[in-house]
């Protein structure tokens, strides 16, 4: 409670208000007491001086005897004055033998009897009072002149004595005010202490209050049970503090939204203030960036944001105003920024926000849409101006030779057929893709499959002069689930893309093995053909690639992504792996069935 401010200044105001006060009245009640003991020294002498003149006028024995007249005045320092006796030619005639001088020196009392002699003798009857500063501070010479009639002439009886405006009675006074000052400061300082601990106990426990709001303790109230304007304090605080509460609830409420919407949006979002520190950070954007490099960024920030230029927009945006785009693209990210200012409550640019969205995917699908579109333009164009080509000649007669005519209509049977194919394909690529296509899987026996692909494709590649086998590596295959239509074409597929880039003396090889750590079945068809760029391989599952294009090698492009798409419907997978003039090796699994579910 001591370390109140309030109480320690209301003490010091009371006390200062006792000590002010009794100087005052120390001050008043000095002077008019040095006025009233002066007066009171000054009246007495005068009586004095008046009693022994009538005295004196009494006893003429004492103005005609010298002897007895200097006895008398020689005795009287008994007296608080000294009388000096002058004849009417101002010659002393008679003065006591002591001097009552008090503090003063006998020389400044000397020159009080010589102001006598030069100033106030004189024949007047009339009464005379003197005060004389001798130059002590508080003692001054009272002179007191009283005409004296003896038959012989006028004599003048002087008192001379030492008057003080001060005295023990005053110093007594003011140390007693002094005392009872003290001793009344003393005794109220309990009651004040009372007083005012009961004002400020309430004040303190509103500021403990509002120190704990400021913590984030909205649940404590002040005392509303104190009278007064404390009580009316309390009230309002505490009407002041719901109000506050309550809007902490809807900031909280409305916090927890946003930053809800923050997390699950799908765009990263960063806001920092005016120096560049960011203050809001989604769950989102710490996993955005993952495809970018963050090797050699030694700062926070670009360990945030893994590129200068972002940042370089930030401080731009928050100098100008500006709101700010930027696109941002790499060999395997691509990124959409926007940075817009924050603005604070009177207008100011207080920071800036940026919105980081992935746009990859999509440029890709745009980038995978143009070339489909330029890919199905050329692969369409190709066969109908080969058609085009072969029938305006016949339509004008400009052939005349049945055979060429039987050739022109073969070629354009052929490119018919190709043309036939391509639209198949397409066709069927996008049913399975968009899911709409729909083929059972049930148990068959894969040995039996690859047997009679042997058979059929044994001649075509003798004829081409290619060497092919078909080897069981770990021996016969188990029954193994799929579509065995499905799996034929794939298998199709993937020996006429090995034929079309393996050239004459080379071998292609259809391999399987069985593992039994996942229970799976995996067909390689492995050629020793020219191989895969390293660049080509990524893309050699999209639709319209064609790995060797200058080579003009007949096909559409869509075989692998065919294969892919159905393997990726069974539920399976197909892999690449390749080395430039040494040959190609695609393989793909198959499930092993259960012996509960083999139908062999």
């Not at 969205?357 to 995978?368: F, G, H, Q, S």
């Amino acid at each position: 409670m001591f370390h109140s401010v309030l109480l320690r200044r209301t003490i010091a105001l009371v006390l200062g208000a006792l000590l002010v006060t009794t100087i005052f009245s120390t001050l008043a009640f000095t002077m008019a007491s040095k006025t009233a003991t002066l007066n009171a020294q000054i009246n007495e002498t005068y009586k004095q001086t008046e009693v022994f003149a009538d005295f004196l006028k009494e006893e003429p024995l004492i103005a005609e005897d010298e002897t007895f007249r200097k006895y008398f005045f020689s005795n009287t320092d008994i007296m608080s004055s000294n009388f000096f006796l002058f004849d009417p030619n101002g010659i002393l005639l008679c003065a006591p033998d002591i001097l009552d001088t008090k503090n003063l020196d006998v020389e400044h009392f000397s020159s009080a009897i010589t102001y006598v002699q030069n100033n106030l003798l004189n024949s007047s009857l009339d009464d005379v009072k003197r005060i004389i500063d001798v130059g002590s501070v508080f003692d001054k010479i009272l002179i007191v002149q009283k005409p004296v009639e003896w038959s012989d002439g006028i004599y003048y009886l002087v008192s001379v004595s030492t008057v003080t405006d001060e005295g023990e009675i005053i110093d007594s006074f003011v140390n007693i005010l002094l005392l009872s000052t003290f001793c009344a400061a003393l005794i109220m300082l309990v009651p004040i202490y009372l007083v005012v601990r009961r004002i400020v106990r309430p004040i303190q426990e509103i500021n403990t209050i509002a120190q704990a709001y400021g913590e984030g303790e909205f649940g404590v109230r002040a005392n509303e049970d104190t009278r007064g304007e404390v009580g009316e304090i309390a009230q309002s605080f505490n009407k002041m503090a719901d109000q506050i509460s309550d809007a902490f609830d809807a900031i909280r409420v409305e916090r927890n939204r946003l930053q809800d919407i923050f997390d699950v949006i799908s765009e990263g979002i960063v806001v920092v203030d005016e120096n560049l520190t960011p203050i809001v950070v989604n769950n989102t954007l710490e996993t955005i960036f993952d495809k970018v490099s963050k090797k050699n960024l030694f700062t926070e920030k670009l360990q945030l944001i893994p590129f200068h230029e972002v940042w370089d927009d930030y401080e731009k945006c928050i100098q100008t105003g500006e709101s700010l785009e930027r696109t941002l693209e790499g060999p395997n990210y691509a990124y959409q920024v926007n940075i817009v200012p924050k603005f604070g409550v009177n207008e100011e640019i207080v920071g800036a926000t940026g919105f980081f969205r992935d746009v990859y995917e999509e440029l890709k699908l745009e980038r995978t849409r143009r070339d489909y579109v330029a890919n199905i333009s050329h692969e369409l164009r190709t066969p109908l101006q080969t058609l085009r080509g072969l029938i305006e000649p016949l339509i004008d007669g400009m052939v005349k030779n049945e055979a060429d005519k039987q050739r022109y209509y073969g070629i354009i049977l052929h490119e018919t057929m190709r043309l036939s194919r391509l639209i198949n394909d397409m066709l069927e690529l996008s049913k399975l893709q968009s899911g709409t296509i729909a083929f059972k899987t049930f148990p068959f026996d894969m040995n039996e499959l690859l047997s009679e692909i042997e058979t059929k494709y044994m001649s075509v590649m003798r004829n081409a002069g290619i060497t092919f086998q078909v080897k069981f590596v770990t021996g016969k295959l188990p029954t193994v689930m799929g579509n065995p239509d499905r799996v034929e074409q794939i298998l199709v597929i993937l020996l006429d893309n090995a034929k079309k880039y393996t050239p004459e003396g080379e071998t292609i090889t259809i391999e399987s093995e069985y593992s039994e750590a996942d229970e799976k079945v995996y067909i390689s068809v492995k050629d020793t053909g020219q191989g895969i760029h390293e660049y080509d391989i990524d893309h050699i599952f999209e639709r319209f690639f064609k790995a060797d294009r200058a080579r003009g090698k007949h096909g559409t492009g869509l075989g692998l992504a065919i294969a892919k798409e159905l393997l990726t419907y069974m539920g399976e997978s197909i892999t690449v792996e390749s080395e430039y003039g040494k040959g190609t090796t695609f393989t793909f699994t198959l499930k092993k069935v259960d012996s509960s579910n083999s139908w062999f």
